[in-house]
């Protein structure tokens, strides 16, 4: 069998790929750069909700959002560690990052305005991250799969306890249930968004479904992640910003308006309202972290000295 028969015949078997079998370029290239846009992604998603660790309005609500953060840090090094499973180096991968020349989610570019946002973040944002991911678990590279699965237990923490916190605010105050719905409001879109352009639109899709890397397209997730939004949104007593959102019994899907396409081009072009700052900071966490890496290197290389 040829190597390239041999790396069919384990995708069409539902079989994993691992980082010592041969794969097509193609293959390496495209699972390195959607493993380092994730990683990238849990890295910049770090900084909405890492802004209120410092704010939070009791040591409980403290504890819980360090905890989730940290989560976040923990995701960036599982994919990271995944990405170099396929040769790439994480230190170049940074350095794409902060040159513009590798992606992260569109979403992370948006402010966090009140503490609201940090449940609002944990029920939506983490909740379509989880729609996007759990099928990421049968994913056909091994490395990144079994990753996902750890990753995946880990979102659904983040996301009950965002949901957890929107409900307490929502017994709260009118001010605190005006907080919720604002944060509902400014964040319901671009979650939407999380899940990439259009099927149409989306070139890519068919030939990451034919190697089983993406399981469902882009507009399947999406409906997915309507659909189950919106019983939850009843249930926290929150309006989801959309006059188009209704049952449709023939689809039995929900129908829902249509996205602005021109704003996620905009944002993930760079133009978002917060992108200049997010990789600012990036770039500032690097410089910080570079006597550390220095420092672990010497000491690496004075160790293998000793034994050499
Ligand atoms: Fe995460
Ligand atoms: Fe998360």
Redesign the pocket.
Known sequence: MTQEAAFTATIEKDQRIEPRDWMPDGYRKTMIRQIAQHAHS?II?MQPEGAWITRAPSLRRKAILLA?VQ??AG?GLYLYSAAETLGADRGDLTRRLIEGRQKYSSIFNYPTLTFADVGVI?WL??GA?ICNQVPLCRSSFGPYARAMIR?CK??SF??RQGYELLMTMMRGTEAQRDMVQDAVNRWWWPSLMMFGPPDAESPNTAQSMAWKIKRHTNDELRQRFVDMSVPQASALGVTLPDPDLRWNPEREHHDFGEIDWSELKRVISGDGPLNAERIEHRRRADEDGEWVRSAAAAHAAKKQGVRG
Request: charge should be negative; avoid cysteine.
């Open positions: 849990e998603g989730k989560d976040e995701h944990g944002v983490d991250a990753i880990e979102e983040h996301q």
